[in-house]
């Protein structure tokens, strides 16, 4: 059987095709919950007041409650004398007494003995209704408190118990069932075989998908067996809102989600013009949206981002937030394939003037660059690129407040800066963080030359003078506009198998044995030094 995409379309037309698909399908399905319960969630309809707010008239201050007709002839020249039968005291929330209709603030009064009792002083007049909380002043029986589709925060919460509304229909959260399928997937373990992948999908996306607000639940892996694939997806559309079928979508011999699809319901879009992420399959099963995702973990997360999140937002109306953008200035080429619209992991360091976008490894299996994105450049179809130095939009992954707290170091790796980073979370907090990526020390000094980072490790040998860092940094920056510190010493060696078997004990041992061993890439202190060595052995590198 041949397998293809059906498809190459872009994200604007596949949404403008497939959202219309479930106008009406599950935009009605709601349900009551406890007012007290319900922060977050989105209102199923306009709620209307039950009660008036306040219900009684109220005293609005602490003071005496008075009838406001005796005091209008009170002047400073000659003050209005009131006796106990003439005043009632009150406190804020007091109902207002019988036969007054005005409240006089405790500052404002002067008391006088008179005799055994005593009288108050007024020196100026009250206005009828002063310092009174009408009837439903806030609002009243039958005022709309909140609309229909709106995201309920505390104080609408708040207004909404005090208008007598104990239970709220919201909608409800979006029943999503993840169906992880593969031969090769296994659970995760520390104990796998050469050959099988831990499922990790299923709690990168679930956790994703649970933070915006859906119920997420996972099934069994199912392996490639049309029919045991067939059942589950059945089984999952009877209970579920929303299907994801992981690692369902490629153009491989056991791709079977296309063909399940298809019997079941129809399969709308088969294929997206973007990378990664192009093999989606966009379908439905009678009225629940069945989606297949591509197996690398980054491919998945796109589909998610570029169609899930705008399918819950249209059908549950969840407040699922648009990233936001800021412009930062690209550290390098960067070509892009005239036929996908391209999602780049970037990392972004602050600068004095701006930012320096430096992006990551492309590969859709690499979930670490996800972990260590700053955000992602979208460059658009039809667009062959940018160049080093041109500004790019980016889409933040991390809060630009965290960005703009980051101390950046690229350069040779070292397992000591992850240590200092966990210890500058332990001491700082989020107020200062610690990020750093490994190219090398060649890498760590184009950084630095770039401005793409505020400090590099660096271990670079010179072979002429057989000094470490001094004469390689100098030369890149003749001009002395770094500072180099002394960090730690490191000892450098060869890693043979346990118990040494073919007795490796210099570098004379693998040349003599022709053995094969693993290197550092060029530009890596370790290579140069390796190299360095080579020399002067006289031995050949190949």
Known sequence: MEHRYLTNTSIQDALDAYLPAFSTAISTLSEAIPTRLALGKITA???????????????????IAVDARLTFAATDQHPVRLDHSQYVAVDTGDPLPEGTDAVIMIEDVVRESVGAGEAILLYAPVTPWQHVRQIGEDFCTGDMLVPSQTELSAAALGALTAGGIMSIPVMRAPRITLIPTGDEIVAPSTTLKPGEIPE????????????WGAQVTTTAIIPDRLALLEQAVRSAVATSDLVL???GSSAGRDDYTTQVISTIGEVLIHGLAIRPGKPAILGRCGAVPVIGLPGYPISGLVVIEEIVAPLLRRLFHLAIPTRPTIQATLSRRLVSSLKYQEYIR???????????AIPLDRGAGLVTSFLKADGLLVVP??????????TITVRLIRPIEVIDQTLSVIGSHDPLLDECADLFAIRYGRSIQLASSHAGSFGGILAIRRQEAHLAGVHILDETSGQYNGPAIRQAFPAGEVILVEG??????????????QQIHDLNDIATNRLRYVNRQKGAGTRMLLDYLLKQLALKPE
């Open 381 to 390: 179809q039809n667009c062959e690129g940018y160049e080093a130095g041109e």
């Open 200 to 211: 990790f999908n299923s709690t990168l996306f679930g956790a994703m998908l649970e933070g």
């Open 245 to 247: 079928v992981l690692a």
């Open 45 to 63: 309809q306009a709620l209307y007041s039950r009660a008036n707010v306040p219900h009684y008239l109220a005293c609005a201050m602490d003071g």
């Open 346 to 356: 970037v990392r972004l360091t602050r600068l004095p003037d701006g930012y320096a």
């Open 488 to 501: 730690v010493y490191r000892q450098q060696g060869l890693m043979v198998a346990p118990g040494n078997p």
